[in-house]
């Protein structure tokens, strides 16, 4: 008989995602990440972590189970003996402008080696135009420019076609073109780029695809895949 402790140790763990694979490639370097290198060899690194809803957690069954909770406990386990820290400064509902606007307050406050920016979702969900949104994008990079940190982007989710839901309803080619346009400008400027809307669509052994029932934010096993997958590949470049 299970006793109590081994009953809250197995209630507290992640979930662990039947399949979570990686068709698409997950991650686009684009310059070599040297200031998280550099801290990761002082036996430390500081992520600041920046975007909208799905970087808040908004869909996960508890704050433990969402992506930047899961994604420390991650690079923890592949970096053994770096202290990683994952400054959770997601905003639900924010596209790419404002959020850029916080990252002068954000990044005194955090002092990150490396920025996480998860851009262009809600940009498309509020029916922005693509010169409004490479605008704002590149006002964000201004920002960026001083910080002395490595960025990478985080392009937006893909949001399941069998819902009956009308405001996701044909959402997805908007969602890949800003996608693209994202991965675009990033090669641009030099910033690394997480392809979450590409590799989403092998997810389809996940519950629900990963997404849960408003047909927006990722449930446990999709915020579970997404953060095995971008410390996966994370470490990988950083090695």
Known sequence: MRTLLALL?????PPV????????????VNRPLGAARAAI?????TILAMGSSSIEGVGASAPE???VPLLEQGLETRLPGVVVTVVN???GGENAGETAARFPAEIEAAQPDLILWQLGANDVLQNR???AFLADFRAGQALL????ADVIVIDSQRVPEDRDLDFIRGRNPALGAFSALTALEAGRVGYGVFHRFDTMAGWSGLD????????LHLNDAGYACWAKLTAESLVGALR
């Open 65 to 67: 189970l969402s992506f």
């Open 208 to 215: 629900a695809g990963g997404v849960g029932p408003d047909g």
């Open 145 to 148: 420019a001083d910080s002395g």
């Open 89 to 91: 400064r997601g905003v």
């Open 41 to 45: 060899a002082e036996g430390r690194l």
């Open 17 to 28: 995602a039947a399949q979570c694979p990686a068709d698409a490639e997950v991650l686009t």
């Open 9 to 13: 140790v197995i209630a507290a763990a």
């Open 129 to 131: 135009s693509e010169d």
